[in-house]
């Protein structure tokens, strides 16, 4: 019995579980909440963050080189001889009156097994004075890289930020164009009602019953293939938050405001060579390939260090201290060491540090002229954009007259269907078009600001 109830209660279980998640309600974001859904789950941002650690322990090493290296050692050994024997031996003969040894003789050696013990305890430091330059070019090498990984941080940050913005104007514009389709698919349909209407009472001919009938299934057409790019941006979104592409998810617009481009398009130019993280990046990657250059060319100059240690050893570890004036040795030495040859060695290493330089600097060069383009392809397309939602909003009120004119003038008879069918299409057109400038004036703007390096710095309202 008490199984059995077991068992129900479990399947009701499962069902209310499965009820609940078919129900859930979708959650409703705002753009801030997911930016910063975006920066917590994002895993190349979270690379970032780990190499900037990564540069920082090698700062550490590179440092570690100007101090002294400290060593304190420990040793106890025991020691087995077995017996030897027999063996000959040459033993010395002494005269038994001055007791000088006034030859050798052999003899036949027996030897006992013993053991023998072995204590030894020191410390030692070494002090490097001057390797060529090699210790001080390591610590601005790694400085220069660890400032680049800074800014590769900073740019991947911003990019999360643009990605994430960008995606969400482009799910809120497809919102807005699917509202669009969803008013054109119920005009249509109300305009089939009164055309089949008024072909009952013999005003119009069937085939404008027809072409009302077609002008419903574009526009339904229209609408249907809109709510699968809505579906698209939002799993678009989904991934640059860094969640499952099926996430059920909502947002809500806002009303916030990033600004406007006011700066000419060489103040523009201007600005990114000291915003863009990402040149900033490139540009400490130049100065590292440098400082490279610098340390592989310290192989060819002399090296200078000094080291000295202390160490005791006793057979009796009781007696390894007492007496402290005794059983101990004292080593100071003043290291010189220039390498003349090691088979061109040296010579590879500075010429493959030359050439990393040159790469870098040219790949600098490149993404320096390639993101000037790109500000600038930007800038031209926003101001376009402006220009183009100006007319657009012309354009509608031009055709929300015209439609308003036909459906009146097809009502009387002087019309045909063809110009209303007309007049929708253009309406439906005109607010699409108006909808789809305005977002994506927005996105290029977002677009703009990231490649002149100031996007977080913009949406600082936003991000509060």
């Known amino acids: 019995m008490w199984r059995k109830l077991s068992v129900f209660a479990a399947v009701l279980t499962i069902i209310g579980a499965f009820y609940s998640q078919g129900n859930a309600q979708p959650q409703t974001l705002s753009i801030r909440d997911c930016i910063q859904i975006a920066l917590k789950n994002n895993p190349d941002l979270k690379n970032a963050e780990r190499q900037i650690r990564l540069s920082a322990t090698n700062v550490t090493m590179a440092r570690a080189n100007i101090l002294p290296s400290i060593r304190l050692n420990f040793s106890s050994s025991r020691t087995y001889q077995a017996s030897q024997g027999p063996y000959l031996q040459d033993v010395p003969v002494l005269d ?57 941080y900073k740019e991947s940050r911003q990019q999360t930020i643009a990605a994430v913005t960008q995606r969400y104007y482009n799910l809120l514009k497809g919102i807005k164009l699917q509202e669009v389709y969803e008013k054109a698919v119920e005009s249509a349909r109300e305009q089939l009602k009164k055309t089949e209407s008024m072909y009952e009472v013999g005003v119009v001919a069937q085939a404008d019953v027809f072409r009302a009938k077609v002008s419903l299934g574009d526009q339904q057409i229209n609408l249907i293939k809109q709510r699968n790019s809505v579906e698209v941006n939002r799993t678009s979104l989904n991934l640059a938050m860094g969640w499952e592409p099926k996430h059920t998810i909502r947002i809500r617009e806002e009303n916030f405001e990033i600004g406007n481009i006011d700066e000419s398009l060489d103040k523009m130019w201007q600005i990114s060579e000291g915003k863009n993280s990402e040149l900033r ?41 007492n007496p402290t004036d005794k059983n101990y040795s004292l080593r100071g030495s003043l290291n010189l ?15 493959r540090a030359s050439i990393n330089y040159y ?38 009120e031009a055709a929300q007259e015209d439609l ?61």
Request: a positive charge.
């Open 96 to 152: 038994p009156v001055t007791g000088r040894v006034t030859g050798f003789m052999q003899q036949t050696t027996f030897r006992d097994s013993y053991y023998r013990n072995f204590f030894n305890n020191g410390v030692s430091l070494d002090q490097n004075i001057y390797d060529g330059g090699r210790w001080w070019n390591q610590i601005k090498q790694s400085n220069a890289q660890y400032k680049s990984t800074e800014s590769s």
């Open 337 to 351: 060491s220039w390498n003349l040859f090691n088979g061109f060695s040296d010579h590879a290493q500075v010429e």
């Open 404 to 464: 308003r004119l036909n459906n009146e003038r097809y009502r009387i008879g002087s019309g045909t269907i063809l110009e209303v069918v007309d007049s929708q299409a253009n309406l439906t057109r005109a607010q699409s078009t108006l909808i789809s400038t305005k977002y994506n004036r927005l996105i290029e703007l977002v677009n703009l600001y990231a490649r002149i390096g100031i996007l977080e710095e913009k949406m600082k309202p936003v991000l509060k």
């Open 281 to 321: 990046s490139l540009k400490e990657n130049v100065k590292s390939d440098e400082y490279g250059i610098k340390v592989s060319k310290s192989s060819f100059l002399p090296r200078l260090s000094v080291s000295t240690s202390y160490s005791r050893g006793q057979t009796d570890f009781d007696l390894l201290y």
């Open 359 to 396: 790469i870098d600097k040219e790949h600098y060069i490149s993404r320096k002229l390639t993101i000037k383009s790109e500000i600038e392809q930007s800038y031209l397309n926003m101001k376009a954009y402006e220009e183009i939602e100006k007319i657009n909003e012309i354009n509608l």
